[in-house]
């Protein structure tokens, strides 16, 4: 069973005013920048089959950095579809829903946690298909989505796994099961 490592892009402004980003396709602060480059070290150590970036530039920005300029798009590693929810932080929303939760109620207009969960799939199955390990730079909820979906988890379950910006995560296997071998290890922590 091949590894599947996950990179979180680096700090954005709205990462840093915790505002959901979806499809808006906005560029890495200098310390996302400086994030995405002190991921080259430690992925220089490995091999990679294949090597996928979302299309957003914040991804393949980051992709660049770290050492992967070449790295395929695949359209599917996208960020979720905020919808309506585009751009707000969850404290604003929360003033209107009190008790709304992205993992059970997504977002109107936008992508519901079975579409995500089914996106997910879909490049599982691609991923599976590749004889080694393979590198995926995305997005902090999508890949808490995908996480989830290679674990065996629904896709909701990603609320339980954390994605800092410039993070990196390595799904492994034991004993033929998936399994975390890393998660959200950051070069500054």
Known sequence: MNQVWLVRHGETEWTVSKQ?????DIPLTPQGEEDARALRGELAKQSFAAVFTSPLQRARRT???AGFPDATVDDRLV?????????????EIHKERPDWLLWRDGSPGGESMDEAGRRADAVIEQISAVDGDVLLFGHGHFSRVLGARLLGLAA???RLLMLGPGSLSVIGSEHGQRAIRTWNWQSKI
């Open 63 to 65: 992709a660049e950095l």
């Open 79 to 91: 960020e979720l579809n905020y919808g309506d929810y585009e751009g707000r932080t969850s404290a």
């Open 20 to 24: 959901h980003t979806g499809t808006t």
């Open 156 to 158: 909701s379950e990603g």
